[in-house]
């Protein structure tokens, strides 16, 4: 439900880096907890984030809720069908349902993240 090989943040997102790209989506729990994600809000290509401060949002049928940036760094990619497609996120929230992709400018934020297990203890 939490895989090892991705890092977490308090407030239920993922990240997995690749050559200091970031890879990023909401946890198994963050989707459960919305319910069906209708409309995702996503920021745009080349836009800087800031981690901690909010990059988007997503939209279910029970409520909003604010999407947060876990590292800081530039937008380089944003999962397109995303757009028309939101239940990806239901679906597959580590795999279809990833969000953006973020050129880290540091690995100290994502380096800070938590681990499978102490995300797992935070719930």
């Known amino acids: 439900m939490y895989p090892d090989n991705l890092k977490y943040s308090e407030a239920h997102v993922w990240a997995r880096v690749d050559d200091g790209i970031a890879v990023v989506g909401i946890t198994h729990h963050a989707q459960d907890q919305l319910g069906d994600v209708v409309y995702v809000s996503l920021p745009q290509v080349g836009d800087d984030v800031v ?3 909010v990059m988007g949002s997503v939209e279910s049928v029970k409520t909003i809720s604010d999407l947060y940036a876990p ?6 990619a944003i999962n397109e ?3 028309d497609e939101p239940g990806a996120i239901n679906a597959d929230p580590y795999g ?3 969000m953006v992709k973020i050129e880290m400018s540091g690995a100290a934020d994502y380096d800070n993240m938590l681990t499978a297990a102490e995300y797992q203890e935070k719930l």
């Open 71 to 76: 590292v800081s760094g530039r937008v380089i």
């Open 81 to 83: 069908p995303l757009l």
């Open 51 to 53: 981690a901690g401060e």
């Open 96 to 98: 279809a349902g990833w």
